[in-house]
């Protein structure tokens, strides 16, 4: 399913944004989903998942409480709010599609992947 990831940009510290990611075709909700991020010089990593129904959302502890995952398969659409936003969590966000009910931690386990977004947060 073809991925269309936005809402990336420049944000002081403390700050909000919202990431959204349009998926083209009718089997969006057939897969569960995910976010993962990339900083320069460090490997892609896992930030949240949810399930296809979007439900039992989950997040890695450097973003519990301050990010939300949520989607809407009427709509084909994935997002996630970023509140609280910090210098570190400033990266390249890729929205990702998973064949399993709930969107997995590994990477590996995705099968379609978006562009991806930049994310830079001022301190």
């Known amino acids: 399913v073809p991925l269309q990831a936005c809402g990336g940009g420049l944000v002081q510290a403390g700050g909000s944004l919202r990431l959204s990611c349009a998926a083209s075709?009718?089997?969006?909700?057939?897969?569960?989903m995910g976010w993962f991020r990339q900083a320069p010089g460090k490997e892609r990593e896992f930030v949240a998942a949810?399930?296809?129904?979007?439900?039992?959302?989950y997040y890695s502890d450097s973003v519990k409480g301050r990010f939300t995952i949520s989607r809407d398969n009427a709509k084909n659409t994935l997002y996630l709010q970023m509140n609280s936003l910090k210098p570190e969590d400033t990266a390249v966000y890729y929205c990702?599609?998973?064949?399993?009910?709930?969107?997995?931690?590994?990477?590996?386990?995705?099968?379609?992947w978006g562009q991806g977004t930049q994310v830079t947060v001022s301190s």
């Open positions: 990702a599609a998973d064949g399993a009910y709930y969107g997995r931690v590994e990477a590996d386990a995705y099968d379609y």
């Open positions: 075709g009718r089997t969006f909700s057939s897969y569960g």
């Open positions: 949810i399930s296809r129904a979007g439900r039992s959302p």
